[in-house]
């Protein structure tokens, strides 16, 4: 249990000075409820001695007032702490991760679950948010009442003191049991949230493919099995904990009839005065009332420490180096010296060395899988290269911080992901400071003006998560203005006019131009006229850099560009014969 309460402690993080505070004011409620018993004591005494007069009761009324005003004041204030505590340690701990997914290589999230990450962020913190300070302040403010109580329990008569000591010390190994039984169950419990999470999460994205293979009710056996075996782990949860529940409860009842027993005994035989006894019984209920609010707290203190757990399972997350330097580079010429990456066992790239000159254009060619996204990703630092080196005006990029290296790149990806935000907050994560009249220029250059302007709401307007509410065209146009906004020095393209539509691409290649103009371009497409006017093309086919060169040399060249060249003019020129 010390374990689990460092574990606590730690993860409270910032929050400690608020759980301290909290567990002050339990303290402080603890002895605003003495007062409370001290005027029970003062009317049992007044009524057990035939005391004449008003004085035991305005006594009696003074300690109720002071009892309830001091319970309410610390109560609030408790509770104030514990929910301040709660949410911000949670909150702080979901920056921290997503801070740190900014700097774990992309090959993290193709070999684990997105959802495992998901589940952790939403189901398991939620947990935390919601118990780790409640069980905490309530299990230890919960032993220091039952500790005043037994104090005074000892003070009318140490006999019946004795009684309650002994109530306690096994109803807390009664606890300590179940918690011991459920440190076996409780992570299996967590685990089985979180995959949970993954398995509804990966339904929900899927859903179309469900959908179209009409396997609606019948491809859905991951989240079937997912839902099962959590049921079941929380069955088996509350199964233990009802059955060590009950024998609580029985404990604690026994020992009060006990104790009221005892009382009534010891009054009989002379060796209790009145009072005394009719306060031990009164007691004895209140000491357990608190015994059992510590031991509910002890009961959900293994969940909690099981989801700090889980939680602190994304601080092994394998981080890109963060040693590197601020640099601002004066040239953008590129460089890559024998370069290999590989995922996993598969390798990729094999042996790359190319340079690429400040300020003009590449476009890569080749068969789907040959390498060539993986190249730019590499380039951007995704990933870090397995051998070899990529520099940028000669230096690695590995020497760089993500951040400043980030600042001399802009990519438009074939698949683009927006988020769910207003279309004029999407093309501002390109320049997060930029004007509204900034980004109403991007948005003309990239040829998206006229269809946003058309939309109820115009740049205000929300789009759904992914973009999901727009065409593929028109999320690939809103992605150039992004990245138009930003204005790097080295632009990215992964077949950025593949979604476009006939009648805007014209006025989009010109928009690109636009964009491209006195940069460093990297450009990866399967159009010829895309790459004819590149400065130079790289041919790549299985990982290795096979022809380089300008249109007009690799055309009279047999290989892999001419047979790419043939195969867009035959692709151009096909038409089905009637």
């Not at 909290?22 to 057990?48: C, E, K, P, W």
């Not at 006019?497 to 990866?524: G, H, V």
Request: glycine share 8%; with cysteine.
């Amino acid at each position: 249990m010390l374990n689990i309460l460092k574990k606590l402690w730690d993860f409270a993080g910032e929050e400690r000075k608020n759980v301290n505070a909290s567990i002050g004011m339990g303290f402080l409620y603890a002895v605003f409820h003495m007062f409370q018993v001290g005027a029970i004591y003062y009317v049992v005494l007044a009524l057990t001695e035939h005391e004449q007069g008003y004085s035991a009761a305005w006594t009696a009324l003074l300690l109720l007032v002071i009892s309830i005003a001091g319970k309410t004041v610390t109560n609030y204030f408790s509770q104030l702490q514990q929910t301040h505590a709660g949410y911000f340690m949670v909150a702080n701990k979901r920056v921290a991760i997503g801070n740190k997914l900014k700097t774990v290589p992309m090959g993290y999230f193709n070999s684990s679950n997105l959802g495992e990450i998901t589940g952790v962020v939403t189901t398991v913190l939620e947990e935390l948010e919601n118990t780790g300070p409640v069980v905490l302040v309530n299990m230890l403010g919960g032993l220091m009442n039952a500790l005043v109580f037994l104090e005074l329990v000892l003070i009318f008569d140490w006999r019946v003191g004795l009684l309650a000591v002994a109530g306690t010390i096994l109803y807390l190994l009664i606890t300590s049991s179940m918690e011991r039984k459920s440190a076996k169950i409780a992570p299996k419990r967590q685990a089985s949230e979180a995959r949970m999470v993954s398995a509804v999460l990966e339904q929900i994205q899927g859903m179309s493919v469900i959908k179209s293979f009409n396997l609606t009710g019948k491809g859905d056996k991951k989240v079937r099995d997912a839902l099962e075996e959590n049921r079941r782990y929380n069955f088996a949860m509350e199964r233990l904990f009802t059955s060590y529940t009950m024998a609580q409860g029985f404990v604690l009842q026994a020992f009060g009839v006990l104790i009221m027993l005892a009382a009534v005994y010891f009054y009989l035989h002379g060796t209790m005065s009145l009072a005394n006894t009719l306060m031990s019984i009164i007691i004895s209920f209140l000491v357990f009332s608190q015994i059992e609010s510590a031991g509910s707290g002890m009961a959900m203190l293994r969940l909690v420490g099981s989801s700090i757990d889980h939680a602190n399972q994304t601080d092994v997350i394998p981080q890109m180096d963060e040693g590197g330097s601020a640099i601002h580079p004066e040239s953008h010429d590129i460089m890559l010296e024998n370069v290999h990456f590989s995922y996993g066992n598969k390798e990729i790239l094999r042996g790359i060395t190319v340079h690429l000159p400040d300020k003009t254009t590449t476009a890569i060619v080749g068969p789907s899988g040959s390498g060539k996204t993986t190249m730019c990703n590499l380039i951007a630092r995704f990933w870090d290269v397995n051998q070899g080196s990529i520099r940028i005006d000669g230096k690695d990029v590995r020497e760089y911080t993500l951040e400043s290296l980030m600042d001399q790149i802009s990519m438009v990806f074939q698949n683009v992901y927006l988020f769910a935000d207003t279309i004029e907050n999407n093309i501002k994560f390109g320049k997060p400071d930029a004007t509204h009249e900034e980004v109403v220029a991007a948005a003309r250059q990239a040829c998206c003006d006229t269809f946003i302007e058309a939309l109820p709401d115009g740049y205000q307007t929300v789009i759904g998560e992914g973009g999901a509410s727009l065409s593929g065209g028109e999320k690939q146009r809103i992605s150039i203005a992004r990245a138009m906004i930003k204005d790097a020095p080295i632009v990215i393209l992964d077949e950025a006019t593949a979604n476009i539509d006939p009648e805007n691409e014209d006025r989009l290649q010109k928009a690109i131009e636009a964009l491209t103009r006195d940069k460093t371009i990297i450009m990866i497409a399967h159009r010829l006229k895309t790459v004819r006017n590149a400065d130079q093309i790289l041919a790549i086919d299985k990982g290795e850099l096979v022809q380089k060169g300008r249109h007009e040399e690799l055309i009279k060249q047999k290989g892999l560009y001419a047979d790419f060249v043939t195969g867009r003019q035959e692709a151009i020129g096909w038409k089905l014969q009637k």
